[in-house]
T-cell receptor
Framework: QKEVEQNSGPLSVPEGAIASLNCTYSDRGSQSFFWYRQYSGKSPELIMSIYSNGDQEDGRFTAQLNKASQYVSLLIRDSQPSDSATYLCAVNIANTAYNTDKLIFGTGTRLQVFP | DAGITQSPRHKVTETGTPVTLRCHQTENHRYMYWYRQDPGHGLRLIHYSYGVKDTDKGEVSDGYSVSRSKTEDFLLTLESATSSQTSVYFC??????????FGSGTRLTVV
């Protein structure tokens, strides 16, 4: 089982609709969760962070976390063609031996917003 | 990009040759990371550093080594490049709120 799983898509939604992107993770000890957006040929860009159960909203973006179900989601309201990109879910995995941590990524979901 | 630069941006090298990629940061961050990105695999962690001379392996460390002799530079070396190491390599730093900021990437082709 992969540590972080996402549906690769593509997820196609019409302009103005809500896009819903989902992610599951395997490490129950994870405490920090992130969503990155990556345009083709560019580097990943952090768009949302979430640390506790519930919703975290920033503009048109809402991140949702359910630690009991090991599930993270990203909602994009009023989707625009400029939102077309690959969205990467990332989970922080702690290394208690060295008191460090690392970010493990899912393979990403490609979102297409059509006019 | 938040004071992080990668060099070179593009490189073509021959199988069996050593290659070194450089990541440079100007913000004195303690944690630095090297990832590779391939179609169908997403971003995979190669090595990371949690301080000068302190490094650890990631998911796909075979064939790679790293060095961090000063805070601002994190070097990734392919000891003997193979075609399977053709990829886009990203360096990242850990900033506030534990979110990572990525460099612009290095596209490496091994022929």
């Amino acid at each position: 089982q992969k540590e972080v799983e996402q549906n690769s898509g593509p997820l196609s939604v019409p302009e103005g609709a809500i896009a819903s992107l989902n992610c599951t993770y395997s490490d129950r000890g994870s405490q920090s969760f992130f969503w990155y957006r990556q345009y083709s040929g560019k580097s990943p860009e952090l768009i949302m962070s979430i640390y506790s159960n519930g919703d975290q909203e920033d503009g048109r973006f809402t991140a949702q976390l359910n630690k009991a179900s090991q599930y993270v989601s990203l909602l994009i309201r009023d989707s625009q063609p400029s939102d077309s990109a690959t969205y990467l879910c990332a989970v922080n995995i702690a290394n208690t031996a060295y008191n460090t941590d690392k970010l493990i990524f899912g393979t990403g979901t490609r979102l297409q917003v059509f006019p | 990009d938040a004071g992080i630069t990668q060099s070179p941006r593009h490189k073509v090298t021959e199988t069996g040759t050593p290659v070194t990629l450089r990541c440079h940061q100007t913000e004195n961050h303690r944690y630095m990371y090297w990832y590779r990105q391939d179609p169908g695999h997403g971003l995979r962690l190669i090595h990371y550093s949690y301080g000068v001379k302190d490094t650890d392996k990631g998911e796909v460390s075979d064939g790679y080594s790293v060095s961090r002799s000063k805070t601002e530079d994190f070097l990734l070396t392919l000891e003997s490049a193979t075609s399977s190491q053709t990829s886009v390599y990203f360096c990242a730093i850990r900033g506030r709120n534990n979110g990572y900021t990525f460099g612009s990437g290095t596209r490496l082709t091994v022929v």
